[in-house]
């Protein structure tokens, strides 16, 4: 039996529509560092301490950028910048990775990480512009409350192993299930991911790009005037930003 | 009538000069002052069993610091994670990947000397391709240490090799680190036959002046060799062939390790001349090596003095000029088109390589790669005295070692995303460096005591086939074809 090995055939430029996409608004970030936390809770991020973090080694699969504008005194902040897995229709990690642990799954249309499958070379986090990848350094240990506090859906990561914000699809593959059962189609807005979800401003939309009644699809209508990061490489992401409207 | 003396006094003195000229090159040239055959063979055979109290003093030493840096440190990686390295975000890739492509230059000028200068039949090269192609095999040795360092989880390192399974899982064949795995692993193989197959007759012959496991150990090497025709014509064919195909090989080892760093999509990586670029670096670094491994050869073991004579050096010194010049032709290639082509993000790299923290390691490159070797190597007295171009090599080196520390974790230090900008700051990196540094050292040393270093047949051949002939007033030097 031979395996046909199918790279994602995306086409380049406007004809590309992903499936799952989000939109965030940047104006109404607050930059309270709830999706942060609700991301880590989901995901079962480990927190790596006081040290590994203070030389950049810290976990989080999003992460809030702040930024300002000037030199002392006349500093201006500007909006926060939440940034995640952008889950690129192109993505640079996934080419470079020598054990196909990091591959773009035809389904979902997401790039994913198999963790049992990654060897730790670390080469797509080096290729990944958005630098939104983390990677395993130690064996994090979760103080004694903590450790029940595992979600069950999702892999437990040891060291060694790179890992990526997934767009919560065990979340997807719930809804999808359910819908299943039930002998219908996933309604958008029926779920959510867990930063979308812990957002007190609504400042993170998720939900289908490629169907343009959704709520991701009409905001970006709405506001007309989204970015997407780093588009001049190529990378076709998914997630688009509103600034300043 | 004047002019007439003058004529005939010229010509006096030429001949004068042309009888001292052939005293200069027989105490010059190694291939024109030939030793009966028994004799060289003694002499390196008595290098091999000469080993003063020194030699074990310092191969205790690196025993230790391989002990403690190479396998306890590994050890301690393995068990505890990469934590205890100095790799953060965004530095993914430190020190370990420096001291691969590192290793992998120094192993490339083992071949370069060796096959190149076999092709193209330059006689120099007879005495010192067997000290080049062990640099070649141990090198390796110490880049694969460093790769498997580097991963995560290295105890899963197979899944790289395309080995059959249940699950039909191959390797990323899209990706540069399996092409990189092919190319080293072929490269190990086909340097390590390489090295081997001139090492034959030296082996036979060791086997017939030695008692003992020595005479096992060499008998099980030699494999039957008793030096008949055939025998001989097959080893020839071998040689010849191996020379013609390895030196496509090791251009494309140093051309796929640069595709590491060109393919990906890093400002200051996706360099379209990185190719070439590594190669010549390689070639710099390794002839470096090699002109540091030989001036300790030749100060430290027996009769090497015969064998390596200054004349070498002078050679190497010359070809190191050229590639010096060579790798400065790509280095300021590199930059220029790099800074032509505009980018900000390129133009924010390239001056943080010269301003930033780490600027002094760029200058210091500039200095070791270029001005030194410059201003040293152009003079044939200085390129013929061996602690002056072990000087130069050992700066070379760690020129061509801070131009890849650049190239990986001080590039790697700055991105796209200013918000994860982050210096890098070695950890365990430093003693898994000195501990392969030291391994490189020790299977170097215990290899010269092992194996016979100079290719003896090589040199008797060369000497055999070298003449000294008169015509007229003028004294040439002549070769046979033999081969």
Same mark, same amino acid.
Request: some cysteine.
């Given at each position: ?14 004809? !590309? ?73 192109? $993505? ?50 979760? %103080? ?30 719930? $809804? ?60 076709? %992401? ?8 | ?70 396998? !306890? ?103 540069? /680190? ?9 490269? /190990?193989?086909?340097?390590?036959? !390489? ?80 190719? %070439? ?72 790299? /390239? ?5 930033? %923290? ?78 392969? /540094? ?46």
């Amino acid at each position: 039996m031979a395996i046909e090995l199918k790279v994602s055939e995306v086409k380049m430029g406007e004809a !590309y529509v992903g499936k799952w996409g989000m939109v965030i608004d940047q104006d109404m970030c607050t930059g309270c560092q709830a999706c942060v936390a609700a991301c880590a809770m989901e995901n079962n991020i480990s927190f790596v301490g006081e040290t590994d973090s203070g030389y950049g080694r810290s976990m989080h699969w999003i992460r809030i950028e702040r930024f300002w504008e000037g030199s002392y005194p006349e500093v201006k902040m500007t909006p926060n910048q939440p940034m995640l897995c952008q889950q690129c229709g192109a $993505a640079t990690c996934e080419p470079v990775c020598p054990a196909f642990a990091t591959v773009h799954s035809q389904a979902e249309q997401l790039n994913l990480q198999v963790y049992n499958r990654c060897v730790g070379t670390r080469y797509c986090a080096n290729n990944c512009p958005y630098q939104v990848r983390s990677f395993n350094w130690r064996d994090y240990k979760r %103080p004694e409350p903590l450790s029940n506090q595992l979600n069950p859906d999702v892999t437990v990561r040891r060291r060694g192993v790179m890992e990526k914000c997934t767009f919560c699809i065990q979340r997807i593959h719930k $809804a999808q299930d359910m819908a299943k059962s039930e002998g219908r189609e996933v309604v958008d807005g029926e779920f959510t991911t867990a930063c979308a979800q812990a957002c007190p401003a609504s400042a993170i939309t998720f939900g289908r790009v490629d169907n343009p009644d959704s709520l991701v699809s009409q905001l970006a209508r709405v506001h007309g005037h989204g970015v997407k990061h780093l588009e001049e490489l190529g990378t076709l %992401p998914n997630v688009t930003y509103f600034k300043g409207g | 009538m004047a002019g007439y003396n003058k004529k005939a006094e010229t010509a006096h003195v030429k001949a004068e000069h042309n009888q001292h000229d052939e005293e200069h090159f027989r105490e010059k040239h190694l291939m024109l002052d030939p030793l009966p055959r028994g004799q060289m063979n003694d002499m390196v055979m008595e290098s091999m069993y000469t080993t003063s109290w020194k030699f074990w003093v310092v191969f205790a030493i690196l025993s230790v610091i391989v002990a403690w840096g190479l396998f !306890y440190s590994w050890g301690r990686m393995i068990l505890e994670g990469l934590g205890i390295a100095g790799v953060n975000r965004p530095v993914y890739w430190g020190i370990f990947l420096v001291n691969t492509v590192f290793w992998i230059g120094i192993s490339h000028a083992g071949t370069f000397i060796s096959a190149i200068l076999r092709v193209f039949k330059a006689e120099f090269r007879r005495p010192f391709t067997r000290a080049a192609e062990l640099m070649t095999t141990f090198g390796l040795v110490q880049a694969g240490f460093s790769i498997f360092m580097h991963m995560g989880r290295v105890w899963v390192s197979y899944w790289l090799m395309p080995y059959p399974n249940e699950r039909m899982l191959w390797p990323n064949l899209h990706s540069p /680190l399996t092409w990189d795995l092919l190319a080293i692993t072929t490269y /190990l193989l086909s340097s390590t036959m !390489y090295l081997f197959l001139p090492l034959i007759p030296d082996l036979a012959m060791a086997r017939d002046r030695s008692t003992g496991w020595r005479r096992t150990f060499y008998k099980t090497l030699a494999l039957g060799f008793r030096g008949t025709e055939g025998e001989w014509a097959h080893l020839r064919n071998a040689m010849s062939i191996f020379a013609f195909a390895i030196i496509p090989v090791m251009f494309s080892v140093h051309t796929i390790v640069s595709w590491d760093f060109a393919a990906a999509t890093r400002p200051g990586w996706n360099s379209s001349i990185f190719g %070439p670029y590594f190669v010549v670096g390689a070639l710099h670094s390794g002839m470096g090596a090699v002109i540091m491994v030989l001036a300790i050869v030749r100060g430290t073991m027996k009769n090497m003095k015969y064998f390596i004579r200054p004349e070498h050096f002078d050679a190497i010194g010359k070809l190191m000029l050229i590639i010096s010049m060579t790798w400065a032709y790509f280095f300021f290639n590199d930059y220029m088109v790099q800074w032509y082509g505009g980018d900000k993000w390129t133009h924010m790299l /390239l001056h943080f390589h010269e301003s930033g %923290p780490m600027g002094w390691m760029w200058f210091a490159m500039l200095i070791f790669n270029i001005a030194i070797p410059w201003a040293v190597l152009w003079n044939q007295k200085w390129r013929s005295t061996p602690w002056i171009v072990f000087i130069v090599g050992l700066l070379i080196n760690v020129g061509m070692w801070f131009e890849r520390y650049i190239i990986i974790p001080i590039s790697l230090s700055i991105n796209r995303m200013p918000f994860t900008w982050r210096l890098y700051h070695p950890g365990v990196e430093i003693p898994l460096g000195i501990g392969t /540094l030291a391994f490189f050292i020790l299977l170097y040393m215990a290899a010269s005591r092992l194996i016979p270093l100079i290719p003896v047949w090589e040199v008797e051949e060369g000497q055999m086939a070298h003449e000294l002939k008169k015509f007229g007033r003028e004294t040439v030097v002549t070769v046979s074809e033999l081969e």
